[in-house]
C-alpha cells in the first residue's frame, strides 16, 4: 500500500481506499 499513490482525502475516504484497494497492491 503505498499512500502517495492516493491524494490527501478525509480518513474516511482513506478507509474506503484501504477496503476497495487490497493491502498486496
Not at 491524494?7 to 484497494?21: F, H, Y
Amino acid at each position: 500500500m503505498d499512500l502517495s499513490r492516493i491524494p490527501p482525502q478525509p480518513k474516511a475516504g482513506i478507509l474506503n481506499v484501504l477496503i476497495e484497494i487490497p493491502a498486496g497492491s
